[in-house]
């Protein structure tokens, strides 16, 4: 493996005495096994900081925190978390404990840090029942209802109409999503977009997985569209004399497409810039990345907007509504996994097997 990838310190941090002379962190004199857990928490840690471009060695308290909230947000196909809270603190300690081994700052010291793992252990308390797809007439019906007007709830209102159509035709979790930046996107005049994964589960070779996102018929739904009209209010309020207008807003709407022309504006903005960033009261973008409970709440929200129960639905169901969609339309389990970046065409059919039960069932045939 070429560890070249990993930053200009990976060398020193796959050294084979990593550990050694550790004895001084009280916890790692505990047991064989700790060191050993510690030991692939750290590479762990250092591999996703290569495929972010973060340094791992000194670590931000900043890196920890999204490294954290970024794989406490991976969820399996039945919606449940796939890493404890007590693997996440652990992981966090892991990573203290090699900053003290180099008489370093402890960046999971951090009061950043800790609410981060505060949130993640109240998920104990949350449903983790299967979350409803959300399929497409309910999808537009949400877009339909957002308010891309009036100033500044417009601003949001277009940052989170393109989390729903980027969600759902891109089948992402949550933490993908989050942690999208503006070089992650190409927009080919044929093709439409292009989305790199850095951290696909199922790239395995860590090259990164392409998922295409298509021009669609409709304004409303078109995956380009619905990503430039965000673009271009993260241009105007970053690099316009004005800023953001309401003139602006109001130009952009969705009766009509904006893919066809220049795109100027993805490329004025930076590469590492962060695509979906909070919006503050009064519409004032932030800099930072948004986290995964972010698109949970904003499917939660706009489909409580148009009348829809939304302890039903959750950021899995635009992932597992793009699924169930596709195999309503006739797609096949291969042609879904393109898509979603399932390795295993089984994950897929379970989504089928719970349509077939759904609609399938030979009692949805009686006149009733």
């Not at 070249?4 to 796959?14: H, I, M, N, R, V």
């Not at 909230?69 to 809270?85: F, H, S």
């Not at 497409?257 to 930076?270: F, Y």
């Amino acid at each position: 493996m070429n560890n070249e990838k990993f930053g200009p310190s990976t060398d020193a941090l796959y050294s084979d005495d990593l550990f050694a002379g550790i004895s001084k962190d009280p916890v790692w004199a505990r047991a064989a096994n700790t060191r050993r857990a510690y030991e692939s928490d750290w590479v762990a840690f250092t591999r996703w900081c290569g495929r972010q471009n973060e340094v791992a060695l000194p670590a931000a308290a900043s890196t920890v925190a999204a490294y954290i909230a970024d794989r406490g947000e991976l969820v399996n196909e039945t919606g449940e978390y796939i890493y404890a809270a007590t693997t996440l603190a652990r992981w966090v300690s892991a990573i203290n404990a090699r900053h003290r081994r180099a008489d370093l700052a402890l960046p999971g010291a951090s009061s950043l840090v800790s609410d981060i793992l505060a949130g993640l252990r109240g998920r104990a308390g949350e449903s983790r029942k299967r979350m409803a797809p959300l399929l497409l007439p309910d999808l537009k019906s949400a877009l339909a209802h957002i308010d891309l007007q009036s100033f500044p709830r417009a601003t949001i209102g277009y940052r989170d109409s393109a989390i729903l159509v980027l969600g759902f035709v891109g089948a992402f979790r949550r933490s993908e999503l989050a942690a999208k930046r503006i070089g992650d996107i190409t927009l080919h005049a044929k093709e439409g977009l292009q989305i790199r994964l850095h951290t696909a589960d199922a790239d395995s070779e860590r090259r990164g997985l392409v998922k295409r996102l298509p021009f669609g018929a409709d304004p409303l739904t078109c995956p380009p569209c619905a990503l430039l009209r965000w673009v271009r209010i993260l241009d105007a309020a970053q690099n316009s004399a004005g800023g953001l207008t309401k003139g602006l807003l109001a130009e952009l709407g969705t009766t009509v497409h904006i893919c066809g022309g220049p795109t100027a504006e993805l490329e004025r903005l930076a590469s590492t810039a962060w695509l979906f960033r909070p919006v503050r009261r009064g519409g004032h973008i932030g800099t930072d990345a948004i986290s995964g409970h972010v698109v949970n709440d904003v499917v939660k929200r706009r489909l409580a907007a148009v009348g829809l129960d939304p302890r039903r639905f959750g950021s899995h169901s635009l992932r597992s509504g793009f699924i169930t969609q596709a195999m309503l339309d006739g797609a096949s389990s291969a042609e879904i996994q393109q898509q979603t970046g399932h390795r295993d065409p089984a994950n897929v059919e379970r989504y089928r097997r719970r349509q077939v039960l759904q609609s399938g069932n030979a009692v949805t045939r009686l006149q009733l």
